[in-house]
Structure formats: C-alpha cells, structure tokens
C-alpha cells in the first residue's frame, strides 16, 4: 500500500473531474480489498505482535548459529529481529565487507539444497519471519536448515585435489 500527498493546490492537479488533470493511475489506488486488509494488518500488528515476531527471530537466528557452529562450518546468520541473513563468511560478521568476501557457491548451494528438502528461500540466503509462522514451523526450518548445510559442510571440509582450483 502506498499513498502520497502534498499542498492542497498542488493535489488538485490529480483531480480527474478537473480540466487539464494530470491522470495517476496505479493497480491498488483506491481498492476497497486491499486498502481493508492494510487497516486489519495495522490493527493486528501492535506493538506485543512487534515484540513476539522479533523475539522469534532472534530465537531462530541463535539456533541456525548453534547448528552452523556444530557443523564447523564458516559462516554466520545476522541480522535484527525477524530479518536475517546466511553469509558463508568467517565470523563474527560485522561489516559489510565481510559478507561480500563470503563463499558465493556455498550459499547458491544451500539454496539448492533447502530447495531440495522443500523449503524456499531467497537465493541470497535472506530469511524474513511472518506473524503466521509458529514454534512448529520455525523448528521445521530449523530441522531442514541442519538437513541442508549437513553435505555443504562435508564438501567445505574436504580437502582439494592438488593443482584443481574450486
């Protein structure tokens, strides 16, 4: 949903029973559907719906962490509440520069991989939690993240054949 606004004078250029109106059209402007479901979505995530969401995620963000650590892996999952992020990149991550010296085909490989165990995420490994998911689907993740990062982390610690570049 989106909207804009502005002084009275220069509003009323968008005024279609006006002559010489500037047309704005757009796919949502003024749907009764979805100008109703922003209203409901703004009543139901409050400042408690905030906090649960986030607390989820730092929850899942400190287990996908606890996995990639039993895993030995390099690699971190950041992030801020319920938005997060895996960089196959040598911890702790702090700066941006860090997370672009990390393994690129070690992450399109988890993408693969999680795709294969049926969950979809974003190829850049980034993770946004909803108000719909729940402990049971977290730790469904969580089971599929472990199931997923099982054979990235086999090939990451096997040594290369002399003179082969990966």
Do not use: C, W
Not at 25 to 34: L, Q
Not at 125 to 142: E, G, I
Not at 148 to 158: K, S, W
């Amino acid at each position: 949903i989106g909207a804009f606004g502005g002084r009275a004078d220069v509003m009323a250029t968008y005024d279609p029973t006006r002559p010489g109106a500037i047309v704005h059209s757009g796919t949502y402007n003024g749907n009764a559907a979805t100008m109703a479901a922003g209203i409901a979505t703004l009543e139901l995530f409050d400042r408690p719906a905030v906090a649960a969401l986030n607390a989820a995620g730092d929850g899942l963000r400190a287990r996908l962490n606890g996995i990639i650590a039993s895993h030995g892996v390099d690699a971190e999952v950041v992030g801020f509440g319920s938005t997060m992020q895996l960089h196959f990149a040598k911890g702790p991550i702090t700066t941006p520069a860090q997370t672009h010296a990390g393994n690129r085909a070690a992450q399109q490989a988890m993408h693969i991989s999680l795709l294969n165990r049926g969950a979809f995420t974003a190829g850049r490994q980034m993770y946004v939690l909803s108000t719909a998911m729940n402990d049971a689907t977290l730790a469904d993740f969580a089971t599929q993240f472990e199931a997923a990062l099982g054979p990235i982390a086999a090939a990451l610690r096997t040594p290369e054949p002399a003179g082969s570049a990966r």
